[in-house]
């Protein structure tokens, strides 16, 4: 089944203790993509990669890093988290880039930084 | 940086009654797609109108672009419990980079 998968779909850490969100996908996508989303605010991307190697800031990427070392996988780390990182997280992919062609979301990750 | 913005940001409809939503945006795009969301899952993908297109459709939902207004809408006909969601538009950021980004949302309550 063509999917994106998330872990862990609940996170709950405190504050500065280093996590990792991963995100990998099995449709040989392209475009790999990060976003946030807190109430009122909708969908913010964090960061985005067009390939492997390949990895851009989005508009909100402070206290992020991603890399993506291959095509299917695409981690999300908060180094040092801090409570204003406690969001609805969800991982995104798409054959191609700038929305020529659909997105696929994964089911999302919940973060609660204390 | 917000490109799009829908409006209205909530809408109650009777089960039957058509829903419209509409997406506005700020520079020129290349594309633009229409995503639905429950409550808290992830997003998924409806239609998606790229710039040389006025109007698309699919099942009951029919979208048109406006690029002259930088706007968009969402029709949905015959409206059931089912759709019940938050619904969002994305945008490009054109030929400038490869961002994508996302509105607000529209949330949409059918009323049985």
């Known amino acids: 089944e063509a999917q994106v998968t998330q872990n862990p779909r609940y996170l709950i850490t405190v504050t500065g203790k280093k996590l990792t969100v991963t995100c990998s996908q099995n449709?040989?996508?392209?475009?790999m993509s990060w976003y946030r989303q807190d109430p009122g605010l909708g969908l913010r991307q964090i960061y985005y990669s067009m390939n492997v190697e390949v990895t851009d800031k989005g508009d909100v990427p402070e206290g992020y890093k991603v890399s993506r070392k291959e095509k299917r996988n695409f981690p999300l780390i908060l180094e040092s988290p801090s409570p204003n990182q406690t969001s609805l997280y969800f991982c995104?992919?798409?054959?191609?880039?700038?929305?020529?062609?659909?997105?696929?979301f994964g089911n999302g990750t919940r973060l609660t930084v204390t | 940086s917000q490109q799009g913005e829908e409006d209205p940001q909530a809408l109650s409809i009777q089960e039957g009654e058509n829903a419209t939503m509409n997406c506005s945006y700020k520079t020129s795009i290349n594309n633009l797609q229409w995503y639905r969301q429950n409550s808290g899952r992830g997003l998924v993908h409806l239609i998606l109108i790229r710039s040389n297109e006025r109007e698309k459709h699919s099942g009951r939902l029919r979208v048109t672009l406006d690029t002259s207004k930088k706007s968009s809408s969402l029709l949905i006909t015959a409206s059931r419990a089912a759709d019940t969601a938050s619904y969002f538009c994305a945008t490009d950021a054109g030929n400038r980079d490869d961002k994508i980004i996302f509105g607000k949302g529209t949330r949409l309550h059918i009323l049985p």
């Open positions: 995104a992919s798409s054959f191609l880039g700038r929305l020529d062609s659909p997105l696929h």
């Open positions: 449709m040989n996508h392209e475009y």
